[in-house]
């Protein structure tokens, strides 16, 4: 029996109310996709302040964790929401929560 198929990342692009973009990833952000977000924040942030929902994100590897530092460190005002209980506890094992207070309550 093969393994599953990862499911496809889905990015979507919103207008936040008074400025600034929601970018909201639904599916799996691994390797494959990386590039493709970093390119999505890219583009978000020349709208003004990045708010990405984590909310709807099945599955994340490293190369998820990385690609937020990296982006924290480019645009210090990026937020993420609160993501499933399994992504929250990869950014928790990772010792992130509490080093870089990326969440926000809501998008």
């Not at 590897?61 to 937020?68: E, S």
Request: charged share 20%.
């Amino acid at each position: 029996m093969n393994p599953p198929e990862p499911s496809p990342l889905a990015i979507t692009l919103c207008p936040r109310p008074g400025g600034g973009t929601l970018v909201r990833l639904v599916g799996d952000l691994d390797i494959a996709v990386v590039d493709q977000v970093e390119q999505a924040l890219i583009d978000a942030r020349a709208s003004g302040p990045v708010l990405v929902d984590l909310s709807c994100l099945d599955f994340m590897d490293c190369t998820g964790i990385n690609l937020f530092l990296r982006a924290r460190r480019r645009d210090p005002s990026l937020r993420l929401t609160p993501p499933s209980p399994a992504i929250r506890r990869l950014f928790r094992l990772g010792r992130i929560i509490p080093a870089y207070g990326l969440w926000e309550d809501s998008a």
